[in-house]
């Protein structure tokens, strides 16, 4: 299975950049998502849109994923409707969570990383929408940015080519914080997942899942 996650487009791995894969690939690796020397970052020049990874490299922030079960202060919940199962895959990086059901489509995947850099948080999430927008005949459906359980948020929803499928997802990043004085910022992304033409029929599951997800305080 291929899981078509909206999903940052370029990774820094533990030993430097690496090029990632983006919306409609094989999971990406989060484990390398900002993690390379900050020295090493420079400002894009180029006009290109920059994903929200991108954005964060360029301006200093690294990060290291935590997996749900291992949040201290923070809670992340996935829920998981009558049929679903934990899916697990080689490509996944530690700490991914991703479910399927019947070990196919429809998908959901969430990400937690712990940042570390000070960045403004309204522009970083001005980029959170780039690898949707730049997938295969992509057309939007719905979008928001609106706070999600009281953080800054962004979230885009769509359809898009993939070889000789369509897929519909849903997407939303949201950048949490913990009160001072520890300050310390989140970056969590929940993607799902579906067959466009079998959207209506996992329209149940896949509302449970976007009504059910949320991001509190410990």
Known sequence: MRTAAVALTVALSMSGAMAMAGCGSTPPD???????????????????????????????????????????????????????????????????????????????????????????????????????EMSQNFTKLNASDQDFDGFPSSMIEGSYDLKDK??????????PVTPAPAFQRYLVQLTVTTLANQAAADADDVEAIIRGFSVTLK
């Open 30 to 132: 989060y484990s390398s998502v900002f993690t390379s020397p900050a020295t090493t970052a420079a400002p894009a020049t180029s006009t290109t849109p920059q994903p929200i990874a991108q954005y964060l490299y360029g301006v200093g922030v690294t990060g290291e994923q935590i997996p749900l079960d291992k949040l201290t202060d923070i809670k992340v919940t996935l829920p998981r409707p009558p049929g679903w199962t934990k899916y697990t895959n080689s490509n996944f990086s530690p700490g991914t969570e991703v479910i399927a059901k019947n070990n196919t489509y429809p998908t959901a995947m969430v990400i937690v990383f712990k940042l570390t850099g000070n960045f403004d948080v309204a522009e970083a999430l001005k980029h959170a929408s780039v690898d949707a």
């Open 166 to 175: 369509r897929l519909h997802s849903y997407n939303r990043v949201v950048i």
